[in-house]
């Protein structure tokens, strides 16, 4: 080879002033979810593709992105990764446990961002320092979280003594956080009325038993299925004038009497940054499954206006968020 041709072959591969070898390329990232899409101007996308950009990777440069969403039938779900693979992403953000069952068949890289329960209960994972396959994210402390609903929502209603609770039985990482809502619930004294359902007509049959034996409040644990039918909860709340928790802050901004839960923006931001880390060479093997570190509690005050109930002036000191 000509000197001349050879010094030409280095500069085809030279890279630019302050690009690091693997923003060289261009990268490939899906998101999986089982309603709505992810996509690059939705809510939570907008977040992945601002802090992804803040680590070098911009869609449109070194950077592209595929979005699925099932619309609440998550059969597809294994479809749609399946899809995704053999276009061959780099790796994949995906929301609930059964995307992340079906995202671990199908050995995508992937970042879990929101509500798969605690993946190592569920078997999703060896153990949140090592994770030790191809899923890594961001998990909740479901034990924790569920005491604090449970008593914010006795301090919205200090009268709570039966509390209903509504989880998507088919879900094993919702039964799991239905589980240890209701172990929370005997922990303070309550009784619970468990609502499990698996399809929409199953609603109807919920609410004809809470209004058989009205309950003093009402806990959702949100997956696809709750989270489609959320509407129905809020109107059967509003009507009986009873008090709700919900587990996402989009739920009370939706229309929810109240929700404390992990901030999903922190989440959406947090899977950026382990998808950054998988793109520059990390394995979702070896990245630690991490806890969200903020948790808003948000009060829907036109919800509460609009039904009758009042909320406690110490309630309204302790929001994140007061919707008016």
């Known amino acids: 080879m000509r000197r001349r041709d050879f010094l030409g072959g280095l500069g085809a591969v030279a890279l630019l002033p302050g690009q690091s070898a693997a923003q060289s390329r261009t990268f490939h990232l899906g998101t999986v979810a089982p309603i709505a899409p992810i996509t690059a101007t939705s809510p939570g996308g907008k977040i992945l593709i601002k802090v992804l950009g803040e680590r070098g990777f911009s869609l449109g440069q070194n950077l592209t992105l595929e979005a699925r969403g099932a619309g609440g039938d998550v059969t597809k779900l294994p479809g749609l990764i399946a899809e995704l693979k053999s276009r061959g992403v780099d790796a994949i953000v995906i929301i609930g446990y059964p995307t992340a069952m079906a995202a671990k068949a199908a050995g995508v890289p992937t970042v879990a961002a929101s509500g798969i329960g605690d993946p190592v209960e569920t078997r999703l994972i060896e153990t949140l320092a090592h994770p030790g396959g191809n899923i890594t994210g961001i998990s909740d402390v479901a034990a924790t979280l569920?005491?604090?609903?449970?008593?914010?929502?006795?301090?919205?209603?200090?009268?709570?003594?039966?509390?209903?609770?509504?989880?998507?039985?088919?879900?094993?990482?919702?039964?799991?956080?239905?589980?240890?809502?209701?172990?929370?619930?005997?922990?303070?004294?309550?009784?619970?009325?468990?609502?499990g359902v698996r399809e929409p007509d199953d609603f109807d049959e919920a609410f004809s038993v809470m209004a058989g034996d009205l309950p003093d409040g009402i806990l959702m644990v949100a997956d696809a299925l709750t989270n489609l039918n959320r509407q129905r909860v809020f109107e059967f709340a509003a009507a009986r004038k009873l008090p709700a928790i919900y587990e996402y802050d989009y739920l009370a901004r939706d229309g929810g009497l109240m929700s404390y839960g992990p901030d999903s923006s922190e989440s959406y931001e947090r899977a950026a940054a382990l998808i950054a880390r998988i793109f520059k060479g990390e394995k979702p093997a070896d990245l630690p499954f991490e806890q969200p570190t903020r948790y808003p509690l948000v009060l829907n005050l036109r919800t509460a206006k609009a039904t009758g109930i009042e909320i406690p002036p110490t309630l309204l000191a302790l929001a994140d968020e007061v919707i008016e």
């Not at 509390?163 to 005997?186: C, E, H, I, P």
């Open 146 to 195: 569920s005491a604090k609903r449970l008593t914010l929502l006795k301090e919205m209603a200090p009268k709570l003594n039966k509390v209903a609770m509504l989880w998507n039985k088919d879900d094993l990482g919702m039964t799991m956080r239905y589980q240890a809502s209701a172990k929370a619930a005997l922990a303070l004294g309550l009784t619970v009325q468990a609502l």
